[in-house]
């Protein structure tokens, strides 16, 4: 398997001069996912945890619904100049045979919906829908968690280039990190893990991201059953749509004690100084 770091060479300019030296980056490679045998998509990721991978993307695009869905994930063909595998093609077998899959996913920027389609599209399509109400999250709990994703993100100490996701209990339990080149692919990632484990639909559990919150994260939350989304930057204008419509907490700009709440504020517990309409909360 390849390693998710690589050395290459660097020239540093510093205010003292220049230093020639080796510098530590996040590898990035393509991966084939191939669905009974045909091929479904590539995506560039870093390498690791690529069958949470796999099942999370399977999950997101409503091609499976359990992890008994899925027959076998192996590595197959694909060899670099030296005649060794690339582990970059992953074939899947389904328990049930599928007719021939269409490339034009919902994920893709390109698939041609429109705002409104996009969002009936995820409403009518995911199998969890979210519950009302639940869980409850305490605000500073909601608050700490993007700091308690940072202090799991080992390969972004090496590198400063990975994305990160995590999947949390109400209470600030850390179950499941991923870090990945892609925001897409480290979100994946802990909802394979999730469906794998047994935990989807996911609806005791919170998702947190190290950037923003586009669509993409918002319908994959939706999808996976997961009703609380933090981000540490902000979302897109149809990633709130997305969440106002399909009852999915959304909160942005998760920096010290200080979020922006878009959507499902009653999910959240806030301090007694704290209104629930956003009063004391920065925009």
């Not at 400063?160 to 109400?170: K, V």
Request: proline letters at 5%; charged letters at 20%.
């Amino acid at each position: 398997m390849s390693r998710v770091t690589a050395r290459r060479k660097t020239l540093r300019v510093t205010p003292g001069g220049q230093i020639r030296r080796p510098d530590t980056l996040a590898v990035e490679e393509p991966l084939e996912l191939r669905v009974d045998g045909q091929s479904l998509t590539v995506t560039m990721r870093t390498p690791g945890s690529d069958i949470d991978l796999a099942h999370g993307f399977l999950l997101s695009e409503n091609i499976i619904g359990a992890p008994e869905d899925i027959v076998s994930a192996r590595y197959c063909a694909g060899t670099d100049a030296n005649g060794q595998n690339t582990y970059n093609v992953l074939d899947i077998q389904l328990r049930t045979p599928t007719p021939v899959l269409a490339r034009n996913f919902l994920t893709t920027s390109a698939c041609g919906l429109c705002g409104k389609t996009a969002l009936d599209e995820v409403r009518t399509r995911t199998r969890f829908p979210l519950p009302a109400g639940s869980p409850l999250v305490d605000t500073d709990v909601l608050a700490a968690l993007p700091a308690e994703l940072r202090s799991r993100q080992t390969v972004f100490d090496a590198t400063g280039g990975l994305h990160a996701a995590g999947l949390f209990t109400a209470d600030g339990t850390a179950l499941a990190v991923r870090e990945d080149v892609g925001r897409h692919n480290a979100v994946d990632k802990v909802i394979g893990w999730a469906l794998r484990e047994n935990r989807v639909p996911a609806h005791d559990l919170v998702l947190v991201v190290s950037g923003r919150a586009s669509f993409e994260l918002v319908q994959k939350a939706v999808m996976a059953g997961i009703p609380v989304l933090g981000a540490v930057s902000a979302p897109s204008s149809l990633a709130v749509d997305l969440a106002d419509e399909s009852g999915l907490t959304l909160a942005g700009f998760l920096r010290g004690d200080t979020m922006n709440i878009y959507t499902g504020a009653d999910r959240l517990r806030f301090p007694d100084t704290t209104a629930a309409n956003g009063a004391t909360l920065r925009n």
